[in-house]
């Protein structure tokens, strides 16, 4: 049975005083509530061990943005699969658009750092999502189609029900526009039909798929009543405990 996991990635946001400070009142308003999600947050590099720290005695699970490949090496300003792993990250973000656009990484870079996160016990995040302009020419489910696939390449069963799939239409990120809860629920049911072919039903029954562009807890609700949304990948509005807390309690 698959899990709804509300995750907040807080891209390039928070020093560490405003790191601590964000989750300790994050930990204050989920303190006396019945979580009936997974909630993973995802700081800055810098802040990941003080915040591990600041955690480890809540539901609160750890997640870094991204990583490299190789298990060390002459790679200026990089991390590691390790070095995530040793400052308490269960999770960590693969293949974000801004990854894709900004910083041109290939789907082959994105699928080694899948299976490098395998190899080191943290779970993928492995995103996906359109352009307005791939949307509009009705190229959307070749484009996911795609990314998917070639993110997933040579895993077994087990490893792709183990990732996280986060659909996040490049058009709705940070702009304010969300797509509609029918738009969201045609790409994700697509996604677990796909899914039932690359790996089975089974375990495309069993995978959390989450939304994210532009959520927030007024729309929160309805994305997240959709059949085939398990959860969200959420920006701006994690950067507020009190917004943060609203998304994730209208699971």
């Known amino acids: 049975m698959r899990k709804y996991i509300i995750a907040g990635n807080w891209k ?8 601590i400070q964000l989750v300790s009142e994050l930990k204050s308003e989920l303190a006396n509530k019945t979580l009936n999600a997974e909630v993973v947050i995802a700081p800055p590099y810098i802040s990941l061990e003080a915040i591990s720290s600041l955690i480890k005695d809540s539901a609160i699970k750890l ?37 894709r656009t900004i910083f041109g990484e290939s789907d082959d870079m994105i699928n080694q750092k899948v299976k490098q996160a395998f190899a080191n016990d943290l779970n993928p995040i492995l995103c996906c999502g359109e352009t307005l302009e791939e ?17 997933l390449k040579d895993l077994d069963n087990s490893q792709i029900e183990n990732t996280v799939i986060a659909y996040e239409p490049i058009w709705a990120i940070g702009t ?8 969201a629920q045609e790409v994700h049911a697509f996604i677990r039909g796909l899914l039932s072919e690359i790996a ?23 994305l997240l009543s959709q059949p085939d949304i398990d959860g969200a990948l959420v920006g701006g509005a994690c950067l507020k405990a009190d917004s943060f807390t609203g998304i994730i309690t209208s699971v």
Not at 203 to 217: E, F, H, L
């Open 135 to 151: 949307r509009e020419s009705g190229t959307t489910f070749n484009i996911i189609e795609g990314q998917i696939r070639a993110g």
């Open 63 to 99: 997640s870094a943005q991204n990583m490299h490949m190789a298990d060390s090496g002459a790679f200026t300003g990089e991390v590691s699969a390790q070095m995530l792993k040793s400052v308490g990250c269960e999770y960590v973000i693969l293949g974000h658009s801004e990854r």
């Open 176 to 183: 304010g526009k969300t797509a509609s809860p029918e738009q």
């Open 200 to 222: 089975s039903k089974e375990v495309a029954d069993n995978i959390t798929i989450q939304y994210g562009g532009s959520v927030k807890p007024e729309n929160a609700k309805e």
């Open 12 to 19: 390039m946001q928070k020093d560490l005083s405003e790191a």
